[in-house]
């Protein structure tokens, strides 16, 4: 069983920065995809970010949306994935979710971050 344990959401004003960390313990899969995906109100859950692991070249992936703004990157000797979040806007407001995902069925979720952005 895995646990991802997400921090670093709350509230900023439009055009500031936050920095989401989701920590992950337990039995964990070498050859993984960490990411992270965002909820807002009345909406499907999307796709934020996403990084391989160091044996998959640590590749990433960005939504559209927050390329430039965006980055995410990881602590592989602390199972940690980081989401550096610039120049937020309102639409970025959302709960945010952190997933380590690897083959077959290996498919976690943390509990979800709120990041709120005023105008």
């Known amino acids: 069983q895995v646990q991802l344990v997400e921090s670093g959401g709350g509230l900023v004003q439009a055009g500031g920065s936050l920095r989401l960390s989701c920590a992950a313990s337990g039995s964990i899969f070498r050859i993984n995809v960490m990411g992270w995906y965002r909820q807002a109100p009345g909406k499907q859950r999307e796709l934020v970010a996403q990084i391989s692991s160091v044996t998959s070249g640590s590749t990433t992936n960005y939504a559209d949306s927050v390329k430039g703004r965006f980055t995410i990157s990881r602590d592989n000797a602390k199972n940690t994935v980081y989401l550096q979040m610039n120049s937020l806007k309102p639409e970025d407001t959302a709960v945010y979710y952190c997933?380590?995902?690897?083959?077959?069925?290996?498919?976690?979720w943390g509990q979800g971050t709120q990041v709120t952005v005023s105008s």
């Open positions: 997933n380590l995902r690897g083959p077959l069925t290996y498919d976690f």
